[in-house]
């Protein structure tokens, strides 16, 4: 299994950045598809970004062109770039390590997650 920290949340108004970090630890991070999900009270936890060990990239439709995800093999580290930010994105967002090499939506095919980091957009 892999060890996961987020960090880099935080506050900013509308329209704003962030940039959040998942540092990893553990085997075989490489060829780990890495997956970034976020969860709001009373809601399920929904599939944001994620990247393949090759580095191909998915979208949840409301983040394209909004939210960037990359991965540093060498440093063991996922980044999303978040920009022109919104309410709507408040949330906890994790970072989970797959079993598989590509990326899937679904929670369930991430074995390991990270405690999550708070991001809240203000209006």
């Known amino acids: 299994q892999v060890h996961l920290v987020e960090s880099g949340g935080g506050l900013v108004q509308a329209g704003g950045s962030l940039r959040l970090s998942c540092a990893a630890s553990?085997?075989?991070?490489?060829?780990?598809?890495i997956g970034w999900f976020r969860q709001t009270p009373g809601k399920e936890r929904e599939f944001v970004a994620g990247i393949s060990f090759s580095g191909s990239t998915d979208y949840e439709d409301s983040v394209k062109g909004r939210f960037t995800i990359s991965r540093d093999n060498a440093k063991n580290t996922v980044t999303l770039q978040m920009s022109k930010l919104k309410p709507d994105d408040t949330a906890v967002y994790y970072c989970?390590?797959?079993?598989?090499?590509?990326?899937?939506?679904?929670?369930?095919?991430?074995?390991?997650w990270g405690q999550g980091t708070q991001v809240t957009v203000s209006s």
């Open positions: 989970a390590a797959s079993a598989w090499a590509w990326v899937t939506k679904a929670g369930v095919d991430y074995g390991s």
């Open positions: 553990g085997r075989s991070f490489s060829s780990s598809a």
